[in-house]
C-alpha cells in the first residue's frame, strides 16, 4: 500500500512503521518531520499536514500507538459503532497482558485477553464487538450509562448477547457495576423502580402518599390523593412494547380528565437525578394544596 493510500484510509493518520512499509527510509520519514510536512500525535504514530485533526483521525492514532493487536473499547468503540453521538475525549484500548504501553495523554490503556466472540473489525479498525461494547460504555459513562444500555437494548443489541458477553469476562475491571446494570435492565416490570421511588420517599421523610393507590377504575403506581398528584413509574424502555405504551397514555390521560396532576418518572430518572425528581414532585404537590385552599 503506497504512504498516500494510508493517508486517505486512515483520515491523515500514519504510522513510521507503515510509512517504512510503503517504501520510505528512516530518513525520508524524518525529512517529513523535520518539515512538519508530518506532525507526531503519538510516538511512530503522526498525521500529515492537510488533514485536520478530527474524532476519527484521534481515534485511528490511538489504535495505532497501541499496537498492531489493540482493541478500540469502551465509550469510544461505541461511538466507532454508531451507538455514540460523539466521540470521548480520552479513547480507550484494550492491550494484551504481555504487553505494557506507558501512559499517554488522551489513552486509557486496559491490559486484559479478549474472547474472539468480543473482538469486531470495522473501518480498518479492530475493536469490541457490539455486546461488549455496549456493556463497558455503559459502565464508564456512569450516571447516564443505564439510559444508555437501554437504548442500546431498544436499537443494536439483544439482551442475552450482553448477558453472554458479560459472563466471558466476569472479574474484568468494572464487571460488578456491569452486574447491576444488568440486573436492573432484566426486570421485565416497573416495580423494582416503584420499590425505589417509595423508598426515596421515606428516606426524605415526605409523608402523604400511598402505593397502589385506586382512583377512576385506575390504580396509580404513587399518589399523593389531597393534592390528586399521581406518580407513573416506568421500568426500562427496552421492555416496552406498543400496546403497553398505549394503554398507559390512555390511562394517563383518563387520570387528567378526572383532574389529577401526573408526573411521570424512570428508573433512570430515579437513579440518575434522585434529588431533582423528589423536588418537582414536593413542588407539584405543594402547589396543588395551595391551589386547593
Known amino acids: 500500500m503506497s504512504v498516500n493510500s494510508y493517508l486517505l484510509r486512515q483520515a491523515g493518520v500514519i504510522t513510521r512503521a507503515q510509512a517504512q512499509s510503503a517504501g520510505l527510509s528512516r530518513d525520508a520519514v524524518d525529512r517529513r518531520l523535520a518539515t512538519r510536512r508530518w506532525r507526531p500525535l503519538h510516538p511512530r504514530v503522526y498525521l500529515a499536514a492537510g488533514h485536520r485533526l478530527t474524532d476519527e483521525a484521534r481515534v485511528r492514532a490511538a489504535v495505532l ?59 480498518g479498525v479492530v475493536l469490541t464487538a457490539r455486546p461488549l461494547t455496549v456493556l463497558e460504555a455503559a459502565v464508564e459513562l456512569g450516571g447516564t450509562g443505564g439510559e444508555f444500555l437501554d437504548r442500546a437494548l431498544q436499537r443494536w443489541v439483544r439482551f442475552p448477547a450482553v448477558y453472554a458477553a458479560y459472563c466471558r469476562n466476569l472479574g474484568a475491571h468494572g464487571s460488578a457495576t456491569a452486574g447491576k ?30 402505593a397502589g ?25 427496552w ?44 413542588h407539584e404537590v405543594a402547589t396543588a394544596c395551595a391551589a386547593s385552599v
Open 65 to 123: 500507538w497501541a499496537g498492531e493487536r489493540a482493541v478500540l473499547s469502551g465509550v469510544a468503540a461505541a461511538w466507532w459503532h454508531g451507538m455514540a453521538e460523539r466521540a470521548p475525549l480520552v479513547v480507550g484500548v484494550t492491550v494484551s497482558r504481555r504487553r505494557c504501553p506507558g501512559p499517554r495523554p488522551g489513552v486509557a490503556v486496559r491490559r486484559r485477553e479478549l474472547d474472539p466472540a468480543d473482538r469486531d473489525e470495522r473501518r
Open 181 to 210: 446494570l444488568l440486573v436492573a435492565a432484566a426486570d421485565r416490570s416497573a416495580s423494582v423502580a416503584e420499590r425505589l421511588l417509595a423508598r426515596q420517599l421515606r428516606a426524605a421523610g415526605i409523608t402523604g402518599w400511598r
Open 213 to 237: 393507590h385506586e382512583a377512576g377504575g385506575f390504580v396509580i403506581d404513587i399518589a399523593f390523593p389531597a393534592a390528586r398528584v399521581a406518580i407513573e413509574v416506568d421500568g426500562w424502555a
Open 239 to 282: 421492555h416496552m412494547d406498543t400496546e403497553r405504551a398505549g394503554r398507559d397514555r390512555r390511562r394517563q390521560n383518563a387520570l387528567v380528565r378526572q383532574g389529577w396532576t401526573v408526573l411521570r418518572y424512570t428508573w433512570h430518572d430515579l437513579t440518575g437525578r434522585p434529588r431533582t425528581v423528589l423536588a418537582e414532585i414536593l
